[in-house]
């Protein structure tokens, strides 16, 4: 489901950038303030630009429903070049258009879905003050990819745009259409920008975009791959298990004569099976689940980065693929281990469960040097210089697979602590529970380093969402430390 809303949310955010920014090349954009009308009219008069237009654009919600828009003031006269639905050529009626007050157009599929038409009125609200929007036409979509895209467009004249936004004389950016290899053109209209406004690219905005989330969409990937990995060890748990008690079958079958190898692909065989299964139902789930996750993902992206409306999840042939590559993947892995232990047992031992037990017992010390390297070795990565959140990731995850080799020497510790005190509190009964803890230490150590996984996992991320929370409140306590504010409705 984290794949799938993720992927929703970009494909969401791709299709409205696509409607916004249309055939446009470049942008100008000032620095920091909105640029004023006079700009565009030196672009088109003194440098002859004569593709470019202007944009007002800012967002709105519809009251009483959970739909944000994006607003978008354009000069139809001008849109031709750029956006195909925005342009005269689209069937605009000019007139009402431009001198109509407060009008607007909305997809026809977002009209049907609101239950309004032409000649209804809108009710919207802007940055907390209430508007209203004349509905004078629907902007029929000429396919599903367009009708994506425009389902979360307000299109309407640009003083229109002006008067909602308080922003009568300025414009948020203006729009180009320059050819490669344009350094000249671009000077010349360098030259008549005022300070803080420059050129940039159309695609760079979608960068630095993808750059903000980038961090919050690895966050939720890490957390579904720890989710994956506390799977792999009750996978491991559950194979284990079901090898111990075949073993019986398993010494019968290499006493007949059956291979080491085809008792290791046998159980592999059963492994991919199960996998399979698990899979194909764990996809199902998350098609379920990703449904309502990623009303949540947009939420978090709607709080933290940018206005962003997702209104269907977008179901991609590549989070399915990886889904399955990751679940038939790591069944086979956390299953490996087992069938190999399996089909490596001598006819002789393998009727024996104290063999294997032995065994696990002889590789204590040798796995807790690992584990202990593990650890050291992600010290060592979250104290690389400019790490990120990767290092961050690759060190948690090296700490992780270093205490889970680690786990076998705790339970041994602890056991020998706490075998005399549940002595004293159960007899011998309390002796046999803690002693049987060590005695099946080849399932009971997998068991319990999953357990403590996911413990350290949740307690980890609470303690993190509250200390971020209680930081924030305690900034804000600093800050506005009046108890009313006053302050104009803003015009976002």
Known sequence: PIDLSNSSADKAFQLSTEAVTGKATHQIRGAAENLDE????????????????????GYARVNGVNRTFQVLGVDPIAEGPFRDYASQQAGIELSEFISGENSGLVAASVAEELQVGIGDTLQISVGGRPAEIQLIGLIEASDD?????????????????????????????????????????????????????????????????????RAFEFNLQALSMLALLVGMFLIYNTMT????????????????????????????????????????????????????????VTQSINDLYFVLSVQELSIGIFPLVKGIVLGVGATLIA??????????????????????????????????????????????????????????????????????????????????????????LNGLIGKMAVRGVVTELSRTSVAIAALAVAIAATVGVGVMVDSFRTTVVSWLEAQLQADVYIQPPSSG
């Open 38 to 57: 006079s700009v565009y009219r030196d672009l088109r008069i003194e440098v002859g630009i004569r593709k470019s237009a202007p944009v007002v654009e």
């Open 145 to 213: 990819r367009s009708q994506q895209a425009l389902e979360s467009i307000l299109l309407v004249d640009i003083s229109t745009a002006q008067r909602l936004f308080n922003m009568q004389g300025k414009l948020t950016q203006i729009d180009l259409i320059l050819p490669q290899n344009s350094e000249s053109e671009k000077q010349r209209i360098r030259s008549i920008l005022p300070e803080g406004a420059d050129i940039i690219r159309s695609d760079s905005r979608t960068e630095t975009v993808e750059q903000m989330t």
């Open 241 to 296: 298990f079901s090898v111990v008690q075949r073993r019986p079958l398993i010494g019968r079958l290499r006493a007949l004569g059956v291979t080491r190898n085809e008792i290791l692909f046998t159980i592999l065989k059963e492994a991919l099976l199960i996998g399979v299964l698990g899979t194909v139902i764990g996809i199902v789930t998350g098609i379920i689940l990703a449904q309502g996750l990623v009303k949540l």
């Open 335 to 424: 299953a490996f281990w087992p069938a190999r232990e399996a089909s490596q047992a001598e006819v002789s031992t393998v009727l024996k469960r104290s063999s294997n037990e032995s065994k696990i017992t002889s590789r204590i010390l040798p796995l807790a040097g690992l584990g202990v390297l593990g650890g050291l070795a992600g010290v060592g990565t979250l104290l690389i210089p400019n790490g990120g959140i990767v290092a961050g990731y690759s060190s948690l995850l090296f700490m992780i697979v270093g205490f889970s080799l680690i786990t076998p020497l705790l339970i041994v510790g602890m056991a020998k602590l706490f075998r005399p005190i549940m002595g004293t």
